[in-house]
């Protein structure tokens, strides 16, 4: 089974007090962790039968619901909407509250900058298309694929473009693990570097997706550009000044 995890820490961004409604920020949050905790991976459902069986559940249930390369290109319709469904499972603990965490903290200002519905769509069809692009990379992969990390490297593309200059509460392991801030475009890029390198040294077994994340990383980076860019700005003009008065 591959993790599609983005494997670091980052705590806040820009205001962490005051921070903007993001219903679908936080209903994706929660979804997540509602469908983690009923489903196997969680360890909390006796039904799943004992310590010996669990394992044997959970590589059938993430089979089930997340994408395997080999199959995916086979014209199932069932295994087309794999790359929807398995965003929203997670292989462990660290697995979801990781990626839950980076949603948190870089989906809630996206949102608010996005709007609620474009915010929605931007997630999910980043996401699919991360996870598609990475099973098209590894076509003949029996392996599957779970996580929602390529829609959340997506939103970290995303926050780049939009909010550049926002300061960055990073934990560096180098510089033992002291909370430092920087601004997102010395961070995220890092970030995308460090994947960058992971995936060339990633081999064809069991672990984390980096191609997932570098895929959402450019896609999100696009679409925010593209969105932006594609706006028309008016701008007011000033009302003529009444006749005998100076216009400042």
């Known amino acids: 089974m591959i993790r599609d995890w983005s494997g670091a820490v980052s705590r806040s961004v820009g205001r962490a007090v005051r921070r903007p409604a993001a219903p679908v920020t936080y209903g994706l949050i929660a979804l997540c962790c509602v469908i983690f905790l009923i489903g196997p991976a969680s360890g909390l459902d006796a039904g799943y039968g004992t310590a010996e069986e669990l ?13 395997i390369p080999a199959d995916l290109f086979e014209g199932s319709a069932r295994a087309a909407l794999t790359p929807a469904t398995a965003l929203f499972v997670h292989g462990s603990w660290v697995h979801l509250l990781g990626n839950m965490l980076f949603l948190y903290v870089f989906g809630t200002m996206t949102e608010h900058r996005m709007g609620r519905l474009r915010f ?44 550049p200059r ?83």
């Open 55 to 67: 394992p044997a559940v959970r590589r059938g249930y993430f089979r089930r619901w997340g994408v």
């Open 166 to 248: 926002a300061r960055v509460t990073s934990l560096l392991p180098f510089l033992l693990f002291l909370p430092l801030r920087f601004p997102a475009w010395v961070v995220l890029p890092f970030w995308a570097a460090l994947q960058w390198l992971a995936a060339g040294r990633a081999g064809p077994g069991p672990g984390v997706a980096y191609l997932a994340h570098l895929l959402g990383f450019g896609l999100g980076f696009g679409c925010a550009w593209a969105g932006r860019n594609g706006t028309t700005r008016v701008k007011a003009a000033r009302a003529p000044a009444p006749e005998g008065e100076n216009q400042p």
């Open 120 to 163: 929605a769509l931007f997630y999910l069809g980043c996401g699919y298309l991360a996870l598609l692009g990475y099973a098209a990379a590894h076509a003949g992969s029996g392996q599957s694929l779970v996580g929602a990390s390529g829609a959340i490297s997506a939103v970290l593309g995303a926050f780049l473009h939009l909010f």
